[in-house]
């Protein structure tokens, strides 16, 4: 646990500098800027969730993101954004974790991946999304995690990173595929990003990618559970 506080205190020390540092360092083409947000700084990110990982399980967890939240909010209002970044990511993710204590089984789980994409694209088209990135861009700063690059900052919305919490905890609560989870998801995150520079859009779904990412990682093991709880009532009534 000791080498886990370690990475996780260097990792976050390092992005603190990357984006006290990456304003002064000039500015970068479009899609080197992409690149480095798709496949270097959200990878980083999200490396906090996996390290960190194993305090899913604390039972202090609500308490945890209630002082994250805090932290947060106070970094903000004195004028810390670097900082405020950092503590609104890691509370969004504890936030996420304390969210799947509620799913008593894997098939919930599932039943969220499922419809959420839908959800989300309704909502970046033409829903409560659209309309905050359209006609309220300091909300959605403060309801997102800024990606710095030389010259430019690439936004994720809050709920992303809740279920990507949300779907990583899910791979290692219920025994599935944790590290291949969380490179799926990635990999689903930076491909939306590149098909939104693309297609030349104001943004794009993340969840559709995310979910995908984890019921692909898992798709084997999820449909052999799923078989066999529809056998087991026709085995139990069989026996009856």
Not at 140 to 145: E, H, M
Request: aromatic fraction near 10%; proline fraction near 6%; include cysteine.
């Amino acid at each position: 646990m000791v080498g886990r506080a370690s990475a996780l205190l260097a990792l976050a020390a390092a992005l603190v500098g990357w984006f006290e540092l990456s304003p002064h360092l000039g500015g970068l083409a479009l899609w080197p800027s992409v690149l480095v947000v798709s496949f270097a700084l959200m990878p980083a990110f999200f490396a906090l969730s996996w390290i960190a990982l194993p305090l899913r399980q604390n039972r202090r967890l609500v308490a945890i993101c209630a002082a994250l939240v805090a932290l947060a909010l106070l970094l903000s209002l004195i004028n810390a954004p670097v900082f405020s970044n950092i503590a609104k990511f890691a509370a969004v993710t504890t936030a996420g974790w304390a969210f799947l204590t509620l799913f008593e089984s894997v098939s919930w789980v599932v039943t969220v991946a499922l419809i959420i994409p839908f959800v989300d694209a309704y909502s970046v088209w033409r829903g409560p999304t659209h309309a905050i990135t359209t006609g309220h861009p300091a909300v959605f700063s403060t309801l997102s995690i800024a990606f710095v690059t030389p010259g430019g900052v690439a936004r994720l919305g809050l709920p992303d990173v809740l279920f990507f919490s949300v779907f990583l905890a899910a791979s290692a609560r219920f025994a599935l595929r944790p590290a291949a989870t969380w490179v799926a998801m990635m990999i689903g995150l930076g491909l939306t990003m590149v098909l939104t520079t693309i297609w030349a859009t104001n943004g794009l779904p993340a969840l559709p990618g995310i979910s995908l990412g984890f019921l692909v990682a898992n798709a084997d093991l999820l449909w052999r559970r799923r078989t066999r709880a529809g056998a087991q009532p026709r085995a139990e009534a069989s026996s009856g």
